[in-house]
T-cell receptor
Framework: EAQVTQNPRYLITVTGKKLTVTCSQN?????MSWYRQDPGLGLRQIYY???????DKGDVPEGYKVSRKEKRNFPLILESPSPNQTSLYFC???????????FGSGTQLSVL | AQRVTQPEKLLSVFKGAPVELKCNYS??????LFWYVQYSRQRLQLLLR??SRESIKGFTADLNKGETSFHLKKPFAQEEDSAMYYC?????????????FGTGTRLKVLA
C-alpha cells in the first residue's frame, strides 16, 4: 500500500533533550516536506526536500533540522526542543512540484 | 506576499443545507489550487484540485482568477462532511517551491 509512515505517533519529552521524528515513503516520491499544525495557524511548512541531499527552509525552520540521505526517508530533528515546539507534526510527500500531497498520520509532540 | 486566506474558522450548517467554504489567495504567478480535508483522528487527504476539475463527494470548487478565489461548495451538506478543510496552493517563485496552506475552516453539519 502506498503510504507515508511517521513515527512515533505520540512523543512527550523535556526541554533540551534531542529527538528525531522519522518519516518514510514507499512511492518513490522526490519531494518531501514537514509541517506543523497549530490551532488557528493551520499548517506551516518547516522544511522541504526536492531530492536526495537537496533540502530548503520553509516558513518556520528555526529550531529544526532535516536530512535527506535516501530518497524514501526524511527525518525531522529537534536538537534542543523547547515548549514552543509543542505541536502536531505532519510529514508529506508528492511526486512532482504541483502534484497532490500524501500525508503521514501525524506526530503529536509535547515538550515539557 | 504569498498567502492563502480562509476567513471562517468555524462554519455550522444544517444537514441538507448548501455549504460554501471560502478561500482567497495571493500569489504572483499561476499557482495550482487544492482543497484538503481532515476527518476526525485521520490524516489530511486531498479532496480536490483545480486542474482535475472533478467533483469529489459532491464538492466542487471554481477558480476565479479575477477575484483570486477558490471557494469550495456543496449543494446539500451531509453529517459525514463534518471535518477540517484546508485550502492550499502550490507554485514556484524565484527558484523556491512553496506549498502554502490556509488556516483551515472547521465544518460542522448539524442533524
Amino acid at each position: 500500500e502506498a503510504q507515508v509512515t511517521q513515527n512515533p505517533r505520540y512523543l512527550i519529552t523535556v526541554t533540551g533533550k534531542k529527538l528525531t521524528v522519522t518519516c518514510s515513503q514507499n512511492m518513490n516520491h522526490e519531494y518531501m516536506s514537514w509541517y506543523r499544525q497549530d490551532p488557528g495557524l493551520g499548517l506551516r511548512q518547516i522544511y522541504y526536500s526536492m531530492n536526495v541531499e537537496v533540502t530548503d527552509k520553509g516558513d518556520v525552520p528555526e529550531g529544526y533540522k532535516v536530512s535527506r540521505k535516501e530518497k524514501r526517508n526524511f527525518p525531522l530533528i529537534l536538537e534542543s526542543p523547547s515548549p514552543n515546539q509543542t505541536s502536531l507534526y505532519f510529514c508529506a510527500s508528492r511526486r512532482g512540484i504541483e502534484e497532490k500531497l500524501f500525508f503521514g498520520s501525524g506526530t503529536q509532540l509535547s515538550v515539557l | 506576499a504569498q498567502r492563502v486566506t480562509q476567513p471562517e474558522k468555524l462554519l455550522s450548517v444544517f444537514k441538507g443545507a448548501p455549504v460554501e467554504l471560502k478561500c482567497n489567495y495571493s500569489y504572483s504567478g499561476s499557482p495550482e489550487l487544492f482543497w484538503y480535508v481532515q476527518y476526525s483522528r485521520q490524516r489530511l487527504q486531498l479532496l480536490l484540485r483545480h486542474i482535475s476539475r472533478e467533483s469529489i463527494k459532491g464538492f466542487t470548487a471554481d477558480l476565479n482568477k479575477g477575484e483570486t478565489s477558490f471557494h469550495l461548495k456543496k449543494p446539500f451538506a451531509q453529517e459525514e462532511d463534518s471535518a477540517m478543510y484546508y485550502c492550499a496552493l502550490s507554485g514556484s517563485t524565484s527558484g523556491t517551491y512553496k506549498y502554502i496552506f490556509g488556516t483551515g475552516t472547521r465544518l460542522k453539519v448539524l442533524a
